[in-house]
């Protein structure tokens, strides 16, 4: 598609359960990444792909968080038992090739509430 | 470790008023310099990308200049409209060229 494709747009999850995102790059594009912007303007670099392999994931929370890109379906975010500070906006982003020399389009983003 | 500063926070302007946003970072060594638009409640929309080895680049009312050497770029807004508002993220590529990091944004207000 043409533009970065993001499901669900609202997630609400008791405290504990789990949580999962996913996010359909644009056709074509190589590259694709997991920011998220917890209260309003603070974006945080999650994980990248390049394909279906990480390419970097220095920003993931280890223990809980975890991400996939396989061939032929939308790449995942999944947390594991979700906490409260896991309340945030999930972007995901794709770029077309050598990931510094071309731009990040972004989708919609997924509200992930935790109660 | 790479940092990203946008100055003022937030910015009102009446209608019509050309005006600067203002983005700093600390490491110069960066392969580009995105600017973006992020609406309440939306996703964000890509504006200009700035490569290291550029100086500016323009898109309609919109113009960004890149000084990697002192580490700022700047977004020029010309005769800004109630359109304009919205909050301006500024983000470089990290040192792996591998993730952009972004500032906190400057939330603009036009008014009519």
């Known amino acids: 598609g043409e533009e970065v494709a993001q499901t669900p747009k609202h997630l609400v999850r008791g405290e504990g359960q789990k949580a999962k995102l996913y996010c359909a790059p644009i056709k074509g594009h190589s590259y694709v990444f997991w920011y998220q912007q917890v209260l309003k303007n603070e974006f945080k670099f999650l994980i990248s792909?390049?394909?279906?392999?990480?390419?970097?994931e220095t920003g993931m929370p280890k223990e809980r968080f975890s991400a996939k890109c396989l061939p032929n379906s939308p790449c995942s975010l999944e947390i594991q038992a979700t906490k409260l500070e896991d309340s945030a906006v999930y972007f995901c982003?794709?770029?077309?090739?050598?990931?510094?020399?071309?731009?990040?389009?972004f989708g919609p983003g997924t509200r992930l509430t935790v109660t | 470790k790479q940092e990203v500063t946008q100055i003022p926070a937030a910015l009102s302007v009446p209608e019509g008023e050309n005006l600067v946003l203002n983005c700093s970072f600390t490491d110069s060594a960066i392969y580009n310099l995105q600017w973006f638009r992020q609406d309440p409640g939306k996703g964000l929309t890509s504006l200009l990308l700035i490569q290291s080895s550029q100086r500016e680049q323009t898109s309609g009312r919109l113009n960004a200049s890149l000084d990697k050497s002192s580490g700022r770029s700047t977004l020029y807004i010309a005769a800004s409209q109630p359109g304009d508002s919205a909050t301006y993220l500024c983000?470089?590529?990290?040192?792996?060229?591998?993730?952009?990091?972004f500032g906190k944004g400057t939330t603009l207000s036009v008014s009519s």
């Open positions: 792909f390049q394909n279906e392999n990480v390419f970097d």
């Open positions: 983000a470089v590529t990290n040192q792996a060229g591998t993730a952009l990091i």
């Open positions: 982003a794709s770029s077309q090739t050598q990931v510094f020399s071309y731009e990040q389009y």
